[in-house]
């Protein structure tokens, strides 16, 4: 890798791509952070981790950074134009982070594995299986780790969660609803350069799409989704303000019959809604809402946004320069009781796990025996992309359903691990059946 053998401290070199909303609440400051404490691990001690290069359409969010930022991160290099991240790579970086809109994930992800460089990328990871296939065998060609940020995992509440799950005190998940509703203003303003011909479902439903993945298992069976436009976009055009999914999951059902009689009871089935909106008013309350319940067979889940956190209300600030509810568990400023200016959160700690990952593989023992640590990195499926499959396949398939329906084409199912492929889409219109991907999900 790419250490600086003039020093005596070992280095990951990162580059980003994207510089947007997501790079300044949680990448910014976990490189503020390790530029002036470095990063410290028992298994591979202190290692520097400098952000030497970043990669953006125009570079003028790179220079705003690096004149406010002054010394708290060091010197980068700004990478423009019509290849940013092949000059990123130059740089010699040792990992890269995506954190670009989410069409544009997969050709740079593919830029940085190709070269051999560690990968995280911000969710969804691809939109795609077939991109999601290419991108875990070019990590397991170079040998290196190809990883995705889903840091609502982190959420103290949903890894509470997870845990009664985990341990069988709440049993056999029946149903759920997630929601999630963004202001206006974000979708205006933050977003409006590349939400045309997009959805807030595949970029915010994700996080529950994978949520529900990831702490009940199970295997998806069938996606059905709707949305509305015309206040982001036109109303017939293809850019959606707000959209419904429906998530169908199979599990093994309890054993109810008593053991030995040789019954097998059928597989359960749960549905699981997920709802999502980048208009929201953008002097509503919660500024970003988010509420989930779960039911179980023997309890019930309710978590919520506003219930769960504070309430501020200062005149003039609130709730559009100032949030009238914080989530200080993802992102959040504070001043310690020592006097010191921190920024921590959720949100970073899954950037930094990604980095003591990375530094494992790299840095935590002989180089004849870094295959053995990378597979046990791989091993990790919180983030590891090769798990990420039932996630993409229901991306991918809204993504599909939502694009019949602008086609005036409403009311379609996709089916996953049906006879005909893995993805099979259903249209009621008279279309015999899409494959959308061959292989099993």
């Not at 070992?10 to 470095?38: C, K, N, Q, S, W």
Request: contains cysteine; neutral net charge; aromatic residues 8%.
């Amino acid at each position: 890798m790419n250490a600086d053998d003039s020093k005596s401290t070992p280095t990951l070199r990162a580059g980003m791509i994207g510089l947007g909303m997501i790079f300044d609440d949680t990448y910014r400051p976990f490189f503020e952070r390790v530029h002036a404490e470095g990063l410290y691990d028992r298994r591979f001690g202190i290692v520097d981790v400098p952000l030497v290069a970043v990669a953006s359409r125009t570079g003028a969010r790179a220079e705003r950074y690096r004149e406010s930022a002054g010394c708290r991160i060091g010197p980068f290099v700004s990478c423009i134009g019509v290849q940013p991240v092949h000059e990123l790579l130059k740089a010699g970086v040792d990992f890269v982070c995506v954190a670009t809109p989410d069409d544009r994930h997969f050709a740079a992800a593919r830029a940085a594995l190709a070269a051999g460089v560690h990968v995280l990328i911000e969710k969804p990871s691809v939109l795609t299986l077939s991109q999601l296939d290419e991108l875990t065998q070019l990590a397991q060609a170079k040998g290196v780790l190809a990883k995705v940020v889903y840091h609502k995992l982190l959420d103290p509440d949903h890894k509470k969660l997870r845990t009664l799950v985990a341990d069988g005190i709440l049993q056999h998940v029946n149903n759920g609803y997630c929601s999630l509703l963004e202001p206006r203003s974000i979708s205006g303003s933050q977003f409006a350069e590349w939400i045309t011909g997009r959805n807030p479902g595949t970029y915010v439903a994700v996080h529950y799409i994978k949520l529900i993945d990831f702490t009940f298992g199970g295997r998806l069976k069938t996606i059905t989704a709707t949305g509305q436009r015309g206040i982001v976009g036109p109303a017939d055009g293809p850019t959606w303000d707000s959209c419904q999914m429906r998530m169908v999951y199979e599990y093994d059902s309890p054993p109810f019959e008593k053991p030995g009689t040789g019954i097998t009871p059928p597989a359960r089935q749960a549905a699981f809604d997920i709802h999502t909106s980048w208009v929201n008013p953008d002097n509503f309350p919660g500024y970003v809402e988010q509420e989930v319940q779960f039911r179980f067979d023997n309890g019930v889940w309710n978590g919520h946004s506003r219930k769960r956190g504070v309430e501020c209300t200062v005149e003039g600030l609130t709730p559009t320069k100032l949030k009238t509810t914080l989530n200080n568990h993802y992102s959040a400023a504070f001043l310690e009781p020592w006097g010191e200016r921190s920024q921590r959160g959720y949100g970073i700690e899954t950037l930094e796990r990604f980095v003591r990952e990375v530094g494992f593989v790299e840095r935590g023992g002989p180089a004849t025996e870094r295959t053995g640590r990378l597979q046990a990195m791989q091993q990790l499926t919180y983030n590891e992309l090769a798990a990420d499959r039932q996630t993409v396949a229901a991306v991918q398939s809204l993504e599909a359903i939502l694009d019949r329906q602008y086609r005036a084409r409403p009311d379609c199912v996709v089916r996953v691990n049906d006879e005909r492929g893995g993805l099979v889409l259903y249209d009621p219109h008279g279309d015999k059946p899409e494959v959308l991907y061959e292989s099993p999900v």
